[in-house]
């Protein structure tokens, strides 16, 4: 395989059995080491499988981004940056418990308005440059929009549309005009495979099915993996309509302030 686009978190975290989640914040240290182990042998593993700059994009939330990202460089990923998909949410921004009254200006943390996925390369063979490795491996760089505008690490989203969370059940379904956008960029040249090892009900491999790239998905939970087959031609089938595809090939109009403090 020579790319990863994957959103995931390890089992006992990622919701799927129903139960409550731990609260992200409160993660005890034996909680925090197993997250940190899992990453740094995911990364371990994912190296083994990737083509050199080969990109790995993962999904984290702010309050784990700092720990996932780590893991993944001991591991021995090399870290690019984050994309922000900006997405209004409906966690933190909360009164502190049980002190709603007494502090009533206060709250304990931010109201949350954006989702930190981490960019990660297998690093690029000693005395390769990006070019060298785009004619070798179709590796090492991120596909630009158009020939006038970049990849964007600032990505306007949306909250995933009822339509899609009626063909794909998943607690932690994300929106295909989001997908789209990361799949599309992370095979440069268009060429190679995406591979999502942790696809839940396959919107990854579904919204690199419907810009015809080749795809791969890996799902441990066997209801999950059955209604992938189902939903994933169905979400790829869903029209790249103007709504859609608009975040997807417009770039941010960001104000550009010389002095940016
Ligand atoms: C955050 S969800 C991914 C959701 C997916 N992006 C979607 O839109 O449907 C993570 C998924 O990874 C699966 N998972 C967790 N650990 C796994 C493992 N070791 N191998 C394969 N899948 C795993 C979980 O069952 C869960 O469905």
Known sequence: MDRVASGAFPPSFDGHTRQPLPRFTALNQKERDTLERFFRDWSRLVIRA?????HVFIASNAFLSQLTFSALVEGGLEFRGQIIRLVRTFRGGDRPKNAE??????????????????LF????????TVGDCLRQF?????????PQQPFSDVIL????PQREKEIADHPSLKPQSFLRRIVYAA???GTGTIVDTFMGSGSTVAAAEALGLHAIGVERH????IMSKTAIPKLAALPTEQALVQPMFVDLQLPLDPSPH
């Open 121 to 128: 390369r297998k690093p690029l063979p000693s005395g390769m």
């Open 157 to 160: 989203s949306e909250r995933t």
């Open 50 to 54: 990737l083509r050199p700059g080969g």
């Open 138 to 146: 179709g590796t090492g760089g991120l596909r630009r929009i158009s």
């Open 101 to 118: 009254d007494e502090f009533a200006d206060v709250c304990s943390m931010p109201r949350s308005h954006y989702e930190p996925w981490g």
């Open 187 to 189: 095979l440069p040249l």
């Open 222 to 225: 066997a209801d999950y993996y």
